[in-house]
Structures are given as C-alpha cells and as structure tokens.
C-alpha cells in the first residue's frame, strides 16, 4: 500500500484496493503456508524495499537545491536492499532492471528525455522555478548552479546497470562453472528434443501461470511429472491459450509504448522551446502538468506490467533451465503487478462510467468487484486449510493433479506409514502407470510385495533405471541375505554405503552380517557407525542391544533395549528381546522392566 501511494502516486482508496487485492489472492498460500515460501516473501520485501529507496533516489533529484549525498546513500541503501533480495532467492536480481525502467519512464513522463535527430539529450525540468538545464553530447549548459549534475542524472542508470552485472557474477561464481543438474521429472520439455516443443511448452507455461494469477481456481503443491503434458504439436489447442495471452499482454505493450512515444515527441518540442527561450518553460509545465493529470495511470500501469514480466522471466526457462514445471510460489511477486493492472483496469473502467454518467453500471462494476474479493478470500481460506497436515495436503494435492505421478508417490508413502499397505500399493502403481521411470516407486512398492520374487524383479527395474539408488541396493541386498545370498548382499550392502554414507540401516544390517560370520569387532564399529548417524532410531538400537545380547554382554544389551523403549514404549521387538533377558535371568523383580 505505501509502495503504489506514495512511490507511484495513486490515491490512498486505490492503494488500498490494490493491497487487498494483493492480500487476498489465493496464489499465496504455497509461499505463505510452506517453508520453502519463506524465501519468495523475503525477496518480494526486499525488492519492495529496493523500488522504494531507488524512488527516493530519484525523487531527491527532482527537489530545488538538490543534495548529491542524498541521491547517492539512497542508491546505496538500494544496492544494498537488492543484494539481501538476491541472497534470499535468484529472482532478488530483477529489482534493478525495474528500477532502471521505472527511472527511463519518468523522464519520459515528465518529459526530461527528449530524442531527436541528431542527439540524445537529458532535460532537467524544475516545476517550482522559470528555469531549465539541458545536457548533451557535446555541451552542458546550466542556468542554475543549484541543479543536480549530469553525474547525478545518469547515476540512477549507471548505478543499478553496475550492481546487476555485480550481483550475475556473484551468482554464476556460485555455481562454480556448471549449471544446476535436474532430472527429466522436474523438467520433462528441457528434455526434449524437438525445438518446437520446447518452444511451444515453455510459450505455454507462461500462459499457464499467468492465467494461475488470473483465474487461481485449480491450485496444487506440485505440478511435475505429467501434470502439465508437453505441447507437441501446432494443432494443440492449448497454443491458443498461448496466443491470447501474448497478445494481451503486447497489447499492453503497445499502449505503454504509444505513450511513451507521444512523451518523446513533447521532449523534444520542449527541447526546441528551451533552446530558443527558457522564460516560456512555466507555460510548458502547467500544459505537462495538465497532461499528467489525465495520464497518470499510466505509471502503476507501467510499474504493473514490469513486476508481472521481469521477475518471472528466471523461471520462464528463457534465461536458463529451472528445475520446475511450474511452481505458485514464484509468482508472489508478479501477483503483486497483476494486482496493480487489475485495479487500474477497475478505475479506468469506472471512470468511463461515471463520465457517461451511467451510474447504475458503476453499482454493478463495485459489486462485481467486491464479490471477486470474497471468492478470493474463500479460496484463500480453504487453500490455507489443505497445508494444516500431511494428509489433508496430499489428499488435496491428488485431488488438483490425477495426472501426477509424484502425487500417487506421495500418498502412497502416507498410506504405507499409517500401515494401509493395499492402499499404498495401488497408488504405487498408479504412480508408475503415469511415470514408468519412477525408481522410487518401483523401490517402495517391492517392499510391500509378499512375493519374494516378484519384490526382487522391482527392485532390479528400479536399479536398472537408477543404478545409483542407495536404498534399491539395500532393499535387495536383505532379499539376498534371506535367500542365503550372503556374498551377494555384503557386496550390495557396501554398494549403498559408498552412494549414500549417511545413510544408516545399511551400517546395521551389514554388521548383523558380520556377526553371523564371526566378525563382532567389525559389526560392533558398524552398530556404532549407525547410532552416530540416527541416534534416535528405536530399530537400530534394538539391532544393537541384540548384537550385545548374542555376543553376551547382557547388561549392556538391556541398557539398549530399555533406550529403545523409552523412544517407542510400543516396540514390539525391543519389548520381546528384554522379556526373553528376564526370563532367561528369572528375574522376578522385574526393575528394570
């Protein structure tokens, strides 16, 4: 609200329509809701914040007697704020490229760029006062010493051009030379390789999301791996969808552009005009300010259409490829120029109204208005509903997307740890049905499979689309170990420790191994191995407190037994194995129990 009423000068019920707009939009809940989200919210305020102190920057040289040190620490302050916006999330470095435009299209307004044919000239024009400096290539004519310098003109551009080329290096520097790795489920078009569907699916993707800001009625946590299938051909119908939208938004494009070229025209009279006489400037600038009267929804139409553009295009793929098909939570910040678009639309069209004197229209535009806000609260409020759990944001989640195969994967995990195994089993398969080459569906769903068999067969296709998936070759290594297969489940076992070191139940089961073979000190470091990296786990304490207990070292194994216990009271195992030590004491005191 303080951004559009006193950095774009709208009226105080305008700015407050805007920030309700902005507050209500049903496009925010991933970003408010999720923790990832957190970064998109503090970018979107640090870029706010770097729009506001460029403008102060900005608005400090159009004062009399202006103070170089005041423009400069406002740039400052805004490179700063831009910097934080980039730290939070790569979309932080847009910022500066609005700024610069927003700069251009003030001087355009107020009439201080005038081009003509054979130069680019800055003017200076200071309403309060009969006076004009103009600056050009080769001369710099000044009729007041208490103007800003041409320095401090330029600086606006010069400045954020600077710390944007800063602020790329320092990101691509990260990177270390390579570009971020992504699977084709996070991008299936990147993948392709057909040009035109490249270029088709990713036209459409920005069609999709723009029409998710303009009409959020079906929202999802997720929307990868066949939610959105790719655009293949010229005869999809989606391409139409595609085609308007480009279209609306070059016809915004071009009114912009008239208007900033009807601008360039009036620069460059008044550039003759203070050529030839400065004392006719107070004409010149009561007619500027009458124009500007008329056209000053210009500016958060302009301000609108740059936020709803510039910060999307990192996530466009037109820049580089992003690891998402489409994610609501970069749309934070567009939101924000959709919202201003939205409700200069509303006043332009209200004004037409009331012109025509068509009172009973201007009744039905403020109830259709008005009732748009309370849809979007509803939506709001039950989008907010489906991230209170697990269950009811999977649940929802698979009701938005049937088509996701990650979605069937999600709530298949669900299911099989609230022990609905049949269930979990037929959305394992469903999930596969959608996306063969899922190897952690393959993987989950063989541990749920009776069939030996049938289990081991899933965990090979798993392997064979992934053969670096630490939990396939641990899941078929204890397949193995059963069969008698020990060689075999060793060799698998030491496999997944090396992809994934972190990872801990294998440590546990190859020490088990181990002991049968003889090998207690190695089983003893491998037990420990795995305590050291989830020492809360009940299972791998129990592991251990029964190596301890074959081994004979039974005071020990109940210290283990009974730590179990005290994470999960209703272990079942942990509960059998110190009943066995008891009995096997005839400890009828039962103390320790």
Known sequence: MYTVNKVLNCSKQMSLLVALHF?????????????????DILCSIFSLLTFILFSRAYKSMLQDKSNNKSIIF????????STMALLSKETGITILPICIL???????????????????C????????????????????????????LTCLCAPIIVPVIMTAALLWFRVSMLHGTLPIFSQQDNPASFSNSLLTRFLTYSYLCAFNWRLILYPSCLSYDWQMGSIPLVTKLADFRNLETVLTFA?????????LKYTSSHLNKSESFYNQSCHKVNNLSTSNQDETNIQSKDYLYEPIFIGFCFLIVPYLPASNLLTTVGFVVAERVLYLPSLGFSLLFITGYYLIKQRLLSNHEQHYTRWLNITFYSLVIVFMMK???????WQSRETLFSAGLLATPQNAKMHYNYANMQKDNGNNELAVHHYREALRLWPTHESSWNNLATLLADPEEAEWHLLQALRINPYHPKAHFN???????????????NLLQRSIELDSNFAEPYSTLASIYAEKGLHLDADLLHQKSLKIQPNNPDLINNYGAFLQKTGQTEKAIIQYQKALKINPNHKIANANLAQIWKSLNDTNLKYW
């Open 122 to 149: 800055l003017i200076y024009c200071n309403k309060n006062l009969s006076q004009s400096i103009y600056y050009e290539s080769k001369a710099h004519h000044s009729s007041s010493s208490t103007q800003p310098s």
């Open 248 to 256: 609306v938004l070059g016809a915004i494009f071009l009114i912009l």
């Open 23 to 39: 507050a209500v939009h049903p496009i925010h809940t991933e970003a408010v809701s999720s923790n990832v989200g957190r970064a």
């Open 74 to 81: 406002h740039l400052v302050l805004s490179c700063t704020t």
């Open 102 to 120: 927003y700069y251009v299209f003030k001087l355009t307004q107020q009439g201080s760029l005038a081009i003509t044919r054979n130069r680019i």
């Open 380 to 386: 709001t409020f039950t989008q907010n509903a489906h």
């Open 476 to 490: 078929l290594a204890c397949i193995y170990s059963k069969k008698g297969l020990i060689n075999q489940a060793i």
